[in-house]
């Protein structure tokens, strides 16, 4: 039986314009890319370590994770995933170590699909059916000019584009003005399509959240929201809980929920309408089926954080996914896809996003871009 190698790099995106969410802002992005070789074939994953700590996540590859996995059987994918937590525990089995799990995670799932031959989508048991997708979007970026007439021509450049559904960011600007944007992007939807809020754990209490998103439901009009996303902080499952109560906008969290057992407790403590694991942030593939198989026991639906080019196989092999969040390139926003090359990028039309068929996740990494970025191992 052949053994593995691994290899994992690093790399840094910049973001070229001023950009913000209610919380942080974004100079650049950190990817960890992990490679698994056997037998001359190579399965790649990825992780998003942040806006820094990308080197932070790699070096939990190489001295944690790469010992037990090197010497583990190959073919035994989530054994593995099982072996990777147990040496966790002594470091703290959150953040970074389970970002680094994931790439590790991701990449023997998908060298598995390539030696299979087989897209990760039907390996999983799905289809190549082309999945739903929103045009995420409506980050703060000061050079546009007036905020609600910029966010008005993002969502007409996103039905440019073939997309109905939109999300876009709230929580950086007072109530008022974020009330404003939220009225210009419904009336630039033209009465067709749903429009999500993504707050980013803007408000410090209960009570303010709901007092923001009045107003946003307000502006909305008969329109409606499709959700409002994290508008407390990611550890107040509780507080989501409360005000899911006493609004009539869907709560989406889960984001930065890490593991089934974070999930269980959002799931049981009823603080989400639409949970949003990240397979880059959960723990990779093996866990985010296990989350998704929970929800579709309990109903809940999902609608998967960012890494658009994996989530689409992962949407294919499950029931309970609502639609799966796309960044066009060129917003610069979610940026990854400038290292992958471009006949393999994710092809998007009418809304609908293209399962690639070719054997694995199907993606291929620029080599010219990598090295020009800084991609270290």
Not at 184 to 199: C, I, S
Not at 322 to 351: C, W
């Amino acid at each position: 039986m052949a053994g593995l190698s691994l290899g994992v790099q690093t790399v840094r995106i910049p973001v070229a314009r001023p950009t913000r969410i209610s919380t942080r802002v974004l100079g650049s992005r950190d990817f960890v890319i992990v490679t698994v070789e056997r037998d001359g074939m190579v399965g790649t994953g990825y992780s998003y370590a942040g806006t820094t700590g990308g080197s932070v996540v790699a070096l939990l590859v190489n001295d944690v994770l790469s010992p037990v996995v090197l010497t583990a059987d190959p073919d035994d994918v989530v054994g593995i995933w099982e072996l990777m937590f147990q040496e966790s525990l002594l470091i703290g089995r959150r953040g970074a170590a389970l970002r680094a799990m994931s790439a590790v995670d991701m990449a023997l799932w998908d060298l598995t699909a390539v030696r299979a031959g087989l897209p990760l989508a039907v390996l999983l048991g799905g289809s190549l059916a082309p999945i739903p997708a929103y045009a995420s979007g409506g980050y703060y970026r000061p050079d546009d000019g007036d905020w609600a007439d910029a966010v008005a021509r993002e969502i007409e450049g996103n039905r440019a584009s073939g997309f109905t559904d939109h999300k876009i960011k709230v929580g950086g600007l007072s109530v008022a003005d974020d009330a404003r944007r939220v009225g210009a992007a419904v009336a630039a939807m033209e009465g067709v399509g749903r429009l999500a809020l993504d707050a980013n754990n803007a408000y410090a209490s209960v009570a303010d959240a709901a007092r923001a998103a009045a107003a946003f439901e307000r502006a909305a009009g008969d329109t409606g929201l499709w959700w409002f996303e994290e508008p407390l902080s990611t550890e107040d499952i509780r507080g989501h809980a409360r005000l899911r109560e006493r609004i009539d906008t869907p709560i989406a969290t889960g984001e930065i929920a890490q593991t089934r057992h974070e999930f269980r407790t959002i799931i049981e403590t009823g603080a989400a309408d639409i949970i949003q694991p990240d397979a880059g942030v959960v723990g990779g593939i093996t866990e985010y089926m296990r989350v998704v198989r929970t929800a579709e026991t309990f109903g809940v639906q999902v609608a998967p954080h960012w890494h658009a080019n994996v989530h689409v196989h992962l949407a294919a092999a499950s029931t309970t996914c609502l639609t799966v969040e796309h960044f066009e390139l060129g917003k610069d926003i979610y940026n990854f896809e400038r290292v992958v090359t471009p006949e393999t990028r994710l092809q998007f039309a009418d809304g609908l996003l293209q399962i690639p068929a070719r054997p694995g996740i199907g993606i291929e990494f620029d080599a010219d871009a990598l090295a020009l970025l800084g991609g270290a191992a």
